[in-house]
């Protein structure tokens, strides 16, 4: 089974904090991805990585970066925490674009709330 | 752009009583079409994959089903277990990325 994992399921951050959410993935997956789920708003792409130190921006990137040094991990950076970042951030990984098996697994979530 | 649009948005079902989730969708050419289940406060569980047109794939009490505008989640003799959110999403010739719909929120009440 695919496991992916997040750092946190819950965490409570300052405004102007430097924010990292870590997630794992033990499935050798090429590919990474980072959403964020707001009521009302569905799933949103923020950044998604294809290859090791490959990133691409997603459809809302502002205020966040993203790190992938290992193929198994992919980090989310909040450089400076803002209240309109409380939300609801996921984790997901799958096999490369060129696969037709391309389902995403996701990962149980971080609950983010920026004070 | 892609598009996907679910509906209804919500759904409160009697144990037992069948229906069906609607997801339409508009791509310039289906490459997938996947199905979630998420919990409150949990992340998406994949459901299923379908590829093209007439294709259905079951999983106990659920059945997705494709046209080339829409698929259909069908939900027989629904248990209160079955109440969740359920995610559609569709993934376009030459993109790496998932357009999701917003999801249908079925309640099964006992």
């Known amino acids: 089974d695919v496991k992916v994992t997040q750092s946190s399921r819950y965490l409570v951050k300052r405004t102007g904090e430097k924010v990292f959410l870590e997630c794992v993935q033990d499935?050798?997956?090429?590919?990474m991805f980072w959403y964020r789920q707001d009521p009302g708003l569905g799933l949103r792409l923020i950044y998604f990585?294809?290859?090791?130190?490959?990133?691409e921006k997603g459809d809302i990137p502002e205020g966040y970066s993203v790190s992938r040094e290992k193929k198994e991990r992919f980090s989310l950076i909040l450089e400076s925490a803002s209240t309109n970042q409380t939300s609801m951030y996921l984790c997901?990984?799958?096999?490369?674009?060129?696969?037709?098996?391309?389902?995403?697994?996701f990962g149980p979530g971080t609950r983010l709330t920026v004070t | 752009e892609d598009q996907v649009t679910q509906s209804p948005e919500a759904l409160r079902l009697q144990e037992g009583e069948s229906s069906s989730l609607n997801c339409s969708y508009t791509?310039?050419?289906?490459?997938?079409l996947f199905w979630y289940r998420q919990d409150p406060g949990k992340g998406p569980e994949f459901l299923f994959t379908?590829?093209?047109a007439g294709e259905e794939k079951e999983k106990e009490r659920l059945k997705a089903t494709l046209t080339k505008k829409e698929s259909f989640l069908h939900i027989t003799a629904p248990k209160p277990e079955d109440s969740a959110t359920y995610l559609c999403?569709?993934?376009?010739?030459?993109?790496?990325?998932?357009?999701f719909g917003k999801g249908n929120q079925v309640v099964v009440i006992p």
């Open positions: 999403a569709v993934r376009d010739y030459g993109n790496n990325r998932l357009a």
């Open positions: 499935m050798d997956h090429e590919n």
């Open positions: 997901a990984s799958s096999l490369p674009s060129r696969v037709p098996s391309y389902e995403q697994y």
């Open positions: 379908l590829y093209s």
């Open positions: 990585s294809y290859d090791v130190k490959m990133k």
């Open positions: 791509v310039s050419g289906l490459r997938g």
